[in-house]
C-alpha cells in the first residue's frame, strides 16, 4: 500500500498514475480525499465488488481462477474492517480505491481485473442506494416503533380530556389520546414516502461503467440480483448522474424530522410546570447544575434543534446538484456527509422521541383543571342554540360571545353560570343547555368520523395497531 507521505513526495497515484508524472499537491490531496467519511460504505462497496466479479466470472471476462482470488481477498479485508485492523489511508482519496489497492496488496495480479467493466461513477451510486436502502429500512422500523408508543398512549388515554388548541389558545376539548393519534397518521405517511423512495431507489447503477456503458458483455441483470435490487437503472447516463434517490431520502427525512420536531416543541411546553400536562421519566431529562429545581426536556430540545441539521443536508444536496451538467461531476462526492449527518441525527431523534412518548405520565388531574380555562365548550353552546332554537349560527356566535363574557367578568366556567343569568341574554334558553356545557359531554358529543369522542378514540386506535403495526 502507498503511504500519504509518498503522493506528497510526488509519486503518482498506483490506480490511474499512467499518464502523470508526479502525485497530486498537498492541498489537492486533502480537497479530493473523501475516505474521512466514505469508509461508512466500506460494506456495500465490497458486496457491490463480489457480485461483479461473481457476474464478470459467469460472462466468462475474468476466470473462475481470479475470480475465487478476488472474492477471497475481499472476504479478507472485510474481516480486517470488521476488527478495526484495515487502515484507510488519505492519499488513496476514496473507499472504493482503499479496498482496490489493498486488495492489489493482498492477491497481487487478479487484483487489477476487478475493475472491468465498471467505474467509480457507477460503483459509487451503487454503495450510496445500497446503504441508503438499509437506512431507509432503519428508518421505517424507527417510525413504527414511534407509532407503536403513540398507539399505546392513545389507548391508554382515548378518554382522558385535555384542552385542544389552535394559536395555542384553548379551543375546544380533545382528548390526550387523540392528541396521540394525530401523530399517528402523520408519522404514517412518513412510513409512505420512506417506502415510495425505496421503490424507486431500489436500481442498480452497477454496470453504467464511467457512463457510456461498457464493451464487455456483462450482465447487468445479474448483478442487480445479486445486490436485492428489483432491476438494473435503463439508462448508463443517469445511473451514474443522478442522486434524486438521496434526495428523496432527505425531503422525506425532512418531514419526518419536522414532524418530530412538533411533537418535541409539544414536550418542551406540557413539561414545563406552567403547563405540567406530562412528566418525563428521570432517565430522559436533565438537572441544572446551578438551579437544583430543574427538569429540563433535553432531548424534546435536541430532537427539535436536530431538525434544522436534516433540512440543512438537504438544501446542500440539492444546491449541489443544481445546474451539473451530464452525467458526474467530483461536486456529486460532496452528496455523502449531509446524507449521513442527517440520517445520523434522524436515528437519534426518532428512538430518543419514542422513549420519551412511551415513558411519559400524563398528569390527568391538570389536563382537567386546565380545561377550566378559555371557555372551551363556547362553541358547544353556539351549536345547541342553533340546534334546539333554530338560530343562525351567526347570531348563536354572538349570543355566545356575550355569556362568555358574563362569565369572563365572574371569572367561572361556562357550566358553572346559572340558567337565569344566561336567559338574562337570551330568554330562550332552557336547562338543556346544561348537558352540552361541561368537556365531558362536550368531547362525548364530537362522534363525527375522525372526531375526538373517547369511543371514537378507542375504536380509530385499535385500527391504527391493525392499519400499522400488524
Ligand atoms: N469518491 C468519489 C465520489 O464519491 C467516487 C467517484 C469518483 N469518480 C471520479 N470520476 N473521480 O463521488
Known amino acids: 500500500m502507498s503511504k500519504p507521505e509518498d503522493s506528497k513526495s510526488g509519486a503518482a497515484n498506483p490506480l490511474w498514475g499512467g499518464r502523470f508524472a508526479e502525485g497530486p499537491s498537498e492541498i489537492m490531496e486533502r480537497i479530493n480525499a473523501s475516505v474521512s467519511f466514505d469508509r461508512r460504505l466500506a460494506g456495500q462497496d465490497i458486496a457491490g465488488s463480489k457480485a461483479h466479479a461473481d457476474m464478470l ?17 475481499l472476504d479478507t479485508i472485510a474481516d480486517e474492517i470488521a476488527a478495526g485492523e484495515f487502515v484507510f489511508d488519505p492519499a488513496l482519496e476514496d473507499v472504493h480505491m482503499n479496498v482496490e489497492t489493498r486488495l492489489k496488496a493482498l492477491i497481487g495480479e487478479p487484483a487489477g481485473r476487478l475493475h472491468t467493466g465498471r467505474s467509480r461513477n457507477d460503483q459509487v451510486a451503487t454503495d450510496m442506494r445500497l446503504w441508503l436502502r438499509d437506512t431507509m429500512d432503519a428508518v421505517e422500523d424507527g417510525l413504527r416503533d414511534l407509532q407503536a408508543a403513540l398507539i399505546g398512549q392513545a389507548e391508554t388515554h382515548a378518554a382522558t380530556v385535555m384542552p385542544g388548541f389552535t394559536h395555542l389558545q384553548p379551543a375546544q376539548p ?59 437503472t435503463a439508462n448508463s447516463m443517469d445511473g451514474v448522474a443522478d442522486r434524486d434517490f438521496a434526495l428523496e431520502f432527505l425531503g422525506a427525512a425532512t418531514i419526518i424530522a419536522v414532524h ?13 410546570p406552567h403547563f405540567g400536562y406530562v412528566r418525563l421519566p428521570d432517565g430522559l431529562t436533565t438537572g441544572s447544575s446551578i438551579m437544583p429545581q430543574k427538569r429540563n426536556a433535553d432531548a ?33 462526492q460532496e452528496d455523502k456527509e449531509p446524507v449521513f449527518d442527517a440520517a445520523e441525527s ?53 349570543v355566545t360571545g356575550r355569556i362568555v363574557k358574563l362569565a369572563e367578568d365572574k371569572d367561572v366556567t361556562l357550566d358553572a353560570l346559572s340558567l337565569s343569568e344566561m336567559q338574562g341574554v337570551e330568554p330562550r334558553i332552557d336547562e338543556g343547555v346544561m348537558a352540552v356545557l361541561s368537556v365531558e359531554a362536550s368531547v362525548a358529543s364530537r362522534t363525527s368520523l ?8 378507542a375504536a380509530a386506535a385499535a385500527e391504527a395497531r391493525r392499519r400499522f403495526l400488524s
Open 346 to 398: 434522524l436515528m437519534l431523534a426518532l428512538p430518543a422521541t419514542t422513549a420519551m412518548i412511551a415513558g411519559l405520565t400524563v398528569d390527568t388531574a391538570a389536563l382537567h383543571r386546565a380545561t377550566a380555562a378559555g371557555f372551551l365548550t363556547a362553541t358547544d353552546l353556539a351549536d345547541w342554540l342553533v340546534r334546539t332554537l333554530g338560530m343562525p349560527f351567526r347570531d348563536a356566535h354572538h
Open 260 to 272: 418530530l420536531s412538533r411533537i418535541a416543541e409539544e414536550l418542551v411546553i406540557w413539561t414545563s
Open 450 to 457: 375522525g372526531g375526538t369522542a373517547p369511543a371514537n378514540v
Open 300 to 332: 424534546a430540545e435536541l430532537v427539535r434543534g436536530k431538525s434544522g441539521r436534516v433540512l440543512g443536508a438537504l438544501v446542500a444536496l440539492a444546491t449541489m446538484l443544481k445546474g451539473l451538467p451530464m452525467t458526474y461531476g467530483k461536486d456529486m
Open 57 to 73: 466470472a459467469a460472462c466468462g471476462i475474468i476466470s473462475d481462477a481470479d475470480n475465487a482470488a478476488i472474492q477471497k481477498g
Open 174 to 232: 380533545v382528548t390526550f389520546g387523540h392528541h396521540m393519534l394525530a401523530y399517528v397518521e402523520m408519522f404514517g405517511r412518513d412510513r409512505g414516502r420512506i417506502a415510495d423512495a425505496r421503490a424507486r431507489l431500489n436500481e442498480s447503477p452497477l454496470g453504467s461503467a464511467a457512463l457510456a456503458g461498457t464493451s464487455f458483455p456483462i450482465d447487468r441483470a445479474m448483478t442487480a440480483r445479486a445486490l436485492g435490487f428489483d432491476r438494473p
